[in-house]
């Protein structure tokens, strides 16, 4: 029988938290992407999961920045109860 190392520990992010690249314009807080939380999870032993960033998937990348209240129409929410969803079922599979 084989040895198996894994944690059984796993973070699921949107993957615009990590990836600066695919957030508005004029917001990115890093160059390219959030070293130290990648740092942090592997510290940890956490394995990654990247979800879609909503708003990229919903608006796309030359979108203009939105506040609260523009999101919070029926599509946009609608739209991530869908990924929530998915995500959710992927996340049984790891209990």
Not at 48 to 74: D, H, N, V
Not at 84 to 92: K, P, V, Y
């Amino acid at each position: 029988m084989r040895n198996d190392f894994r944690s059984y520990k796993v973070a699921f992010i949107s993957h615009c938290i990590i990836n600066q690249n695919s957030v508005v314009y004029g917001l990115a807080r890093k160059e390219a992407m959030l070293k130290e939380l990648i740092d942090l999870l592997y510290d940890y032993n956490i394995g990654l999961i990247q979800l879609p960033c909503p708003e990229t998937s919903y608006l796309g990348l030359r979108r203009f920045w939105q506040s609260k209240e523009q999101y919070a129409s029926m599509g946009f929410k609608s739209f991530c109860r869908k990924i929530a969803e998915q995500a959710s079922t992927l996340a049984l599979e790891y209990v």
